[in-house]
């Protein structure tokens, strides 16, 4: 019988799933996939590894002055919403700030953090486009100035079978789209990530991805209350390797459906292509919600590992978020 650790509102037996090791059969993946050129082959694909002691996070700004390359830390910390403060314990910031999946710089996690200096995030232009009434073109910073920020805790949980607990700071999606004005025939958001190589190796080195970096969700996903616009983490603004300065956060799908560092928000009447979609339709389909009894091809997803205290979690249908989601999906 596996261990069982008991955390709240959240068990950790250890032990039951597959070992990492067992995960990567990138060649069977990349031919598969068609991408077995040069490029992809060498890249690990989301992969998991653990986290190596790396440079630190990104230092946020001082108190209300705007930081060299990152917006201003007016507005944080933010007030915790308390449906949101369910008392787990957080994950390790730094352990947080060193482990993450952001191939623009890196298919190493360990090395992103490292790697962001080049990477300029003021200003920052939003564009928000395709089938709204108030289309919008505005700075990253004026925009979080205009919302109320507030600070969430929130599971996160990558299709890698790793998680961590972590206080997100934004405002909530839903927001932000009642701001536009969504037309009778938009049906789905489309959100693409920045796309300068000259400041993100990953983007110079990684030829054949399909760059850049774009998911998607359907509207009425996009509107529900747990979906965000994330601009901080750990009460400071997002470091850079976070998906500064502006992410998504959608915590009932798998974290590869969060887009970071978005420049562009299109709202369409179609199910847009998406990165790892188009990668991998069948690995990384466009709904992907955390489902732990439909396991990916390398990853069993019954269980997941916390990425700072190795503990195993029972993984939990939609993440654990099946009240505010489960309706939204009739035949889950
Ligand atoms: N967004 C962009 N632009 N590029 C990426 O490579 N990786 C995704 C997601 N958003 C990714 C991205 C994946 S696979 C995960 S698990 C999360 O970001 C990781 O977020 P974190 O590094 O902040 O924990």
Redesign the pocket.
Known sequence: MANIIKRPGWNLPENLVTPEAAFLNRRRFLREAGFATAGLLSASL?GCSRPADGAPADPPAKGGTPAASGPTTRGYPAARNSDFNPGWPLSNEKV?AN???????STS?SA?AKLVGKFTTTPWPLKISGLVGKPLEIDAQELIDQMTLEERVYR?R???A?A?I?PWTGFPLAKLIEKVQPQAGAKFLRFE??NRPEQAP?LASLHDYPW??T?GLRLEEAMNPLAMVVTG?YGKP?PK???APL??IVPWK?????????VKIEFVDKQPAT??ETINPREYPFESNVNPRVPHPRWSQATERMIDTDDRVPTQMFNGYAKYVESLYPKA
């Open positions: 989301i947080a482990y993450n999946n952001f191939y623009e710089f996690k992103v996160f990558c299709v890698e790793w961590m972590v990530t920045f990953g850049p970096y998911e983490i997002l390797q976070h998906g992410r998504i798998y974290g590869y459906k969060s887009a970071k560092s978005i990165l790892w």
